[in-house]
């Protein structure tokens, strides 16, 4: 599902990395660059909204169960299934749980989960792509074709096998299940980009003034990259949070009394006839997240490429 | 042209060797006894004889060659769980309900989706613009099951009198529509925003400027200059998303109780059914590296310069 | 031009689709509404096989015993005597048992069913090429665990064996065409009834040599029973119709049986609302079980019938458990204090929610013999706090840190986290580690993982004798996975293999299950309810109900 929004943003971050080549050189103009990129963001009304909206979920998510004390433990018969109402905002599961905090306990798992598999997924892309693209030459070709195999993987069922390697569900398998077979657009586009930059004046000129290869690739191309980076958090975000949804649906989430919101929707599909508040909330807090990432990612975008704009 | 062609066949060959191999040395890891399906512990002389009927007490190489071999002659091998039956038998029954379910879907996204993004950025920044692709930001949002379910609830089970769907399975011609829609949401939106973006792109275009300067007929100019250039994105984002649809129906196929190729594969997994799950995941990846081949054929095709940068 | 090639494509690639969809549209479309003599019903998964050699679950063993005449049917619950099938009459002295079948048993080409077929069937399945799972079931008789083990030439301990010598020592054996004789390895008085299982049903030899693996497909299937299969589309469904030439067939009221595979509870729950099914055996979600108790009387969509009718709950043969490392939890009274604070009625009331019985032992109170055989068990219905915590002062080291290992299914989940917290109530931590199915059971062993402190099962009788169950917990048993070895228990069990009187078995039993659940017990393990089984039914379905062997008999079941 995401991979069909990189198709569309490998080609224009390509013109973006040009652009930017073009323009950047020194770490002198980064600043200026950086500053001009935040203020076109925050004038750009639905990404502000957008940040504000997804700092607003990150807030709920974080403070809310330091703020309400629940215990998973807080099993009361009596109280399962109530519909929502002011003391308990969400409703009651059939444990008689409280929602509210349990959807921010998801929340936080949710999160966690998504944060890290996404920040696995650029590590592992950005080393491949920055290595392929900085050495070219046989490496190069050699990393590529080896990249175009693993495009072959089916990602649900490498995620499913994964999971299933590890046995037991918890937080580090699902990362890893989640980012097997997710960073293979972010190599590719990683490796054009360094490609790319490698071309520029100022790198030769580096070169020329005897910068070892290192110094080259770490001040000089990862630096220029990073906007691009940032937009693809931001755009990798969604996708992995809706896996580790997709995977906890199909029941192999994370165990209780632990909850992610996957495993929410999973518990409240199985009542969504009597009870639907309960899959309605955690699907309607995926969907709030995917859709700030969203907004932000495009906003991002749009004030690093300064050429899609209304015409 | 052709040589480019054939070299893209020729490496098909090793990568699915690769992704046979990858998916062996995985499923190989996951623990678990296929023959053993109830609490009832195996009998040892009866675990004996199951390993020999199925290779297992063989080397694990020569599992793989016997795999290997199977693949070249398109014997996938038999099923360990469904005792009459063939991974060939699997996959023909099960595979082309999944590939209508996908198509299904595709057309749906591709119908609703294009005239949504194309009229979008006709109109852009008018109210109707803004429902539309508010509509198709959170159509992308909501999880799949939860559109599934809501689609069941309120269509099938609900208003079933007026619509007379169906709440589950494949017979018949009413059993489709649900699923495709549920199914080809996602797409669908992503289809409208790419159409969207790259006619805004195109629109902006000197030549565009120029034809409208012109005189020519606006509706001339859409419909011949603009609406062209603008698919391409869309059509290189078909065939992964083509990928997606069948891989990633297994949520649709499960709560729609479609017999599809989704459903088997993650019963095979937790059933271990060690064959299955590799002939199904080979054939997933089969078809995604030559969806593959195929945009990248047409790519080349139709800009010359990713010959050369992707070759 | 490109523009116009694509809208080509796209026209022709919706035609061809179109063509392709109405041409599936056309072929068996099952029955959107209900007909008289029609039985509409889901079941919950694909059968894994209809070879009588092969299947192994309930699912294939109910289909088949309605495609096939068995042998020997059991009468109702909880005597479940043997009652005559196949087999006119029968004789047992001691360990020789004669079966005298009946002349008019024919197979649906209207060849009759004889004694050679059973012994081709029977040394099929012990064949070690087929590897079948229930083999086991024929160890009972004499031979067949050596013919069993000897494959490729070789047996378990890599001698040399002979197959074919091997297969005529077996003690089965065709007197003449309608007498069968069977040598047991010792007397086993429940053999009869053992009979009556899905392994001991015949295949027809020309199909299986005529289509090998496939002969089990709906146009090659040949059986002998009231019902045919007319189709069978993998993971889809399939559909028996009467055979009007069966023995008993004026007798059978049903026409056609169309059976859908539903595995999501929520799909058959609304397939069932909807209409499209009259019978539901998939299940229901729990959630919406109370829906069900609560529409007595109440129509929705004309689905739901007159009070209790909706929902039928049939007791079943068979234990939900909770088993002890008793090598980790090594002090009974700790045992003890943990079966005591669980609040085994709130389970049944609140999660399971359909008639499950608290466990007061481990043998089901349904069978036969049961409630003396667990007379001196003393599992508590609902949770003692008072004395779980008078059980945990008497414990030198509690361990107070607990793994449970439970398989990922819902329902188990939701059990494990309400004992979870039960427990905590005395004082002990459960972690709950959570795994995977197949994965879980390679995991318990045996031998027994030494990292699992509590693990849960359940254990659904093969036969309706209470051996069947008391002797998982000998010290042999392959399913015994809590270290527990006791060697009066096991004599024991010995004993009663040996003796035929019923009413002197049931004694020896009640020792037994005293050993495990009695005041003085060792508590290997803590049954937690007794299972049950659910179905739901349209108020114009009459007849049905679910054996305890969890098997369903078509042949007495009308749709009005």
């Known amino acids: 599902m995401v991979a069909d929004r990189r198709a569309e943003f490998e080609a224009s971050l390509i013109r973006t990395a040009e652009t930017r080549g073009q323009e950047a050189g020194a770490a002198l103009q980064r600043a200026s660059l950086l500053r001009d990129a935040v203020h076109r963001f925050s004038r750009n009304r639905a990404a502000a909204t957008a940040a504000f ?36 905002p969400f409703g009651t599961d059939e444990f008689g749980r409280d929602l509210f905090v349990r959807t921010a306990l998801g929340g936080r798992v949710s999160v966690e989960i998504g944060f890290a598999a996404t920040i696995a997924i650029m590590f592992v892309g950005i080393v491949y792509g920055a290595i392929s693209g900085f050495a070219g030459g046989w490496l190069d070709n050699a990393l590529m074709r080896f990249l175009d195999a693993l495009y072959g993987l089916p990602y649900l069922p490498f995620a499913i096998i994964t999971l299933a390697i590890f046995g037991t569900p918890s937080f580090w398998p699902m990362v890893v299940a989640l980012t097997v077979a997710s960073w293979f657009t972010t190599a590719r586009v990683m490796r054009g980009q360094i490609i790319t930059l490698k071309e520029n004046d100022y790198v030769r000129a580096a070169h020329a003034l005897g910068a070892r290869w290192y110094r080259v690739l770490f001040r000089h191309l990862l630096p220029n990259t990073l906007g691009v980076i940032i937009v693809f958090v931001f755009l990798e975000l969604p996708g992995v949070v809706l896996g580790e949804a997709f995977l906890s649906f199909l029941g192999l989430g994370i ?34 997240l995917i859709l700030s990432a969203f907004f932000i990612a495009d906003g991002l975008r749009d004030a690093l490429d300064p050429r899609t704009r209304s015409y | ?64 060659a016997y795999y290997v071999k199977g693949v070249a002659t398109f014997d996938l091998g038999p099923s360990l769980v469904q005792r009459n039956q063939t991974v060939n038998d699997v996959i023909k029954e099960h595979f082309p309900v999944s590939l209508k379910l996908g198509l299904f879907a595709m057309i749906w996204a591709v119908l609703l989706g294009i005239p949504l993004g ?19 930001n959170s159509g992308y949002a909501l999880p799949n099951f939860l559109i599934s379910t809501l689609l069941i609830y309120f269509f099938a089970v609900k208003w079933r009198g007026v619509t007379g769907f169906p709440t589950n399975g494949f017979e018949g011609w009413h059993a489709w529509i649900l699923p495709a829609l549920a199914l080809g949401h996602a797409p669908m939106t992503v289809f409208a925003r790419i159409v969207r973006g790259s006619m805004l792109e195109t629109l902006q275009q000197d030549y565009i400027r120029t034809a409208k300067a012109k005189g020519l007929r606006w509706r001339r100019v859409v419909g011949v200059h603009v609406l062209r250039n603008s698919m391409i994105p869309a059509v290189t984002a078909a065939a992964p998303l083509l990928g997606f649809l069948i891989a990633g129906s297994f949520i649709v196929e499960f709560i729609f109780g479609i017999p599809g190729i989704g459903r088997y594969f993650v019963n095979s997994i937790t059933g271990r059914d060690y064959s299955v799950t590799m002939g199904i995941t080979v054939m997933l990846s089969v078809i995604i590296i030559v969806a593959n081949l195929v945009v990248d054929v047409l790519y080349g095709y139709l800009d010359p310069r990713t010959r050369d940068a992707r070759a | ?83 005559p099938g196949a087999a006119a009459s029968w004789k047992v002295k001691g360990a020789t048992v004669t079966l005298n079948l009946r002349k008019n048993v024919r197979w649906w080409n209207g060849k009759p069913t004889t004694a050679q077929d059973y012994v081709y069937s029977w040394l099929r399945t012990l064949s070690s090429a087929l590897g079948a799972d229930y083999a086991y079931q024929f160890f009972g008789v004499k031979g067949a665990e050596a013919y069993n083990s000897c494959a490729g030439g070789k047996d378990a301990k890599g001698n040399a064996c002979d197959e074919a010598a091997l297969r005529n020592a077996v003690g089965i054996k ?42 089990t497909e709906a146009g090659n299937f040949m059986g002998n029973g009231p019902f045919k299969l007319a189709s069978w589309k993998h993971d889809a469904s ?89 090598k980790n939890i090594s002090d009974v009274n700790q045992r003890r204090a943990m079966a005591f604070a669980i609040d085994r009625k709130a389970i049944a009331k ?63 989940i939701k059990i494990a986290t309400a004992i979870q917290a039960f427990w905590k109530g005395i004082g002990i931590t459960a972690s709950i580690k959570i795994q995977e199915w197949k994965q879980y059971l390679q995991f318990l062993g045996p031998p027994p993982n030494s990292d699992v402190d509590v693990y849960r099962l359940g254990w659904i009788y093969d036969f309706p004798d209470a051996y069947n169950g008391l002797v998982l917990w000998t010290c042999d048993s392959g399913n015994n996975n809590t270290n527990w070895c006791n060697k009066k228990y096991d004599s024991l069990i010995n004993q009663a293999t040996k003796t035929p009187d019923f009413d002197k078995r049931v004694l020896l039993y009640q020792k037994a299950e005293s050993i495990l659940t009695g005041a003085n017990g060792d508590l290997p393990i803590m049954p937690i309810y007794w299972y049950t089984f659910v179905v739901y039914v349209h108020k114009n379905v009459h007849g049905f109900l679910t054996a305890p062997t969890s098997q369903y008999d078509f042949t007495k079941v009308s749709v009005s």
């Open chain 1, 53 to 88: 909206a997804f700092l607003v979920l990150i807030g709920f998510v974080f403070i809310t169960p330091m703020v309400v004390s629940a215990s998973p433990y807080d099993i009361n018969f009596e109280n399962a299934y109530l519909s929502p109402s002011w003391a308990h």
């Open chain 1, 255 to 288: 165990s209780p009394p632990k909850a992610s919101w996957g495993t929410l929707a999973q518990d409240g599909y199985s009542s969504y006839q009597s009870h639907p508040y309960i899959i309605i909330v955690p699907s309607l807090a995926i969907a709030w």
């Open chain 2, 1 to 64: 042209m052709l040589k480019f062609i054939v070299r893209r066949v020729v490496w098909t060959v090793p990568v699915i060797l690769l992704v046979i191999l990858m998916t062996f040395v995985m499923m190989r890891q996951i623990k678990g006894n296929p023959f053993q399906v109830t609490e009832r512990a195996v009998p040892p002389s009866i675990q004996r004889n199951l390993d020999r009927k199925y290779h297992l007490d063989k080397p694990w190489y020569i599992q793989y």
């Open chain 2, 118 to 136: 194309v009229f979008s950025a006709l109109k852009q920044n008018s109210i109707f613009d803004y429902a539309a692709m508010g509509f198709v």
């Open chain 3, 1 to 83: 031009m490109r523009n116009r090639s694509i809208v080509r494509a796209g026209l022709a690639g919706i035609l061809a689709v179109i063509v392709v969809g109405s041409s599936t549209a056309a072929t068996g479309k099952f029955g959107q509404s209900q007909k008289a003599g029609v039985l509409r019903m889901s079941i919950g998964a694909e059968p894994p096989s209809l070879d009588a050699g092969l299947a192994t679950d309930t699912t294939s063993s109910s289909i088949l015993f309605n495609l096939m005449d068995p042998l020997i049917r059991l009468g109702p619950g909880p005597a479940l005597k043997p009652l």
């Open chain 3, 174 to 215: 065709a007197l003449n065409k309608w007498t069968l004789r069977i040598t047991l390895t010792s007397p086993q008085p429940w053999f009869i009834q053992q009979l009556s299982h899905t392994s001991f049903l015949p295949v027809y030899k020309p199909a299986v040599d005529q289509y090998g693996n496939k002969f």
């Open chain 3, 238 to 326: 399939l559909a028996l119709t009467k055979n009007t030439k069966w023995r008993n067939a004026g007798s059978v009221k049903l026409k056609r049986i169309e059976m859908q595979i539903i595995t999501d509870g929520t799909t058959a729950e609304n397939a069932f609302d909807a209409g499209n099914i009259d019978l539901n055996t998939t299940g229901v979600p729990p959630s919406d079980i109370p829906k069900y108790k609560k529409l007595a009387g109440g129509s929705r969509n004309g689905a739901l019938g007159p009070a209790g009718k909706a929902i039928q709950i049939d007791p079943a043969l068979g234990t939900y458990y909770y088993g002890f490392n008793v």
């Open chain 3, 350 to 412: 609140y999660i399971t929610q359909t008639g499950q019985v608290p466990a007061k032992g481990f043998t089901p109170g349904g069978i036969a013999g049961g409630p003396t055989i667990d007379k001196n068990s003393f599992m508590p219905a609902s949770h003692q706090t008072s004395k779980a915590q008078d059980f945990m002062s008497k414990v030198a080291n509690p361990k107070k840190d607990i793994k449970l290992y439970i398989n990922n299914s819902p329902a188990h």
